[in-house]
């Protein structure tokens, strides 16, 4: 059982500190009780329909990452049933992916769909999007996870 908390307690625990920085302890420790105590086999997700602010030393600024109901670090929610004339593209990976001390309109993926959506030269083809699975110090068993 150890061995299978140890896949994703490291990340965790690192993204925990990342977002307490400065703040009470208290709160780091019960988080780690939190996830000690449940049955999670494999991943951490966001709590859903949030916004988290991110602030480091070194940063101007505050990053602002929208989480939607489906955990995702993005904007709007989609759509299990994806519309006539859209095509998707789903992105996987850790805090790269997620856009880490980006704000959730400026990371990789959604500038990517910006651009696929400005050259869309498909007739066919009414909306491309790009939808960020992405999430900090996931590794490849974390992603598939939450791709699934």
Known sequence: MEDEYNVFLRPTIVFALSILHKRDPKQFIKIIEKIINSKLKYFFEPRINSIIK?????????A?????????NEIKDFNPDKPSGTYRIMTLGDSFTY????????TWVKILEKKLNLNNKCNYLNNIEVINLGFPGYDIQDEVERFN
Do not use: A, E, P, Y
């Open 54 to 62: 991110d602030k480091q030393d070194w940063l101007q600024k505050s």
């Open 99 to 106: 856009g880490m001390w980006v704000d959730t309109n400026k």
């Open 64 to 72: 602002i990452h929208s989480i939607n109901s489906d955990s995702l």
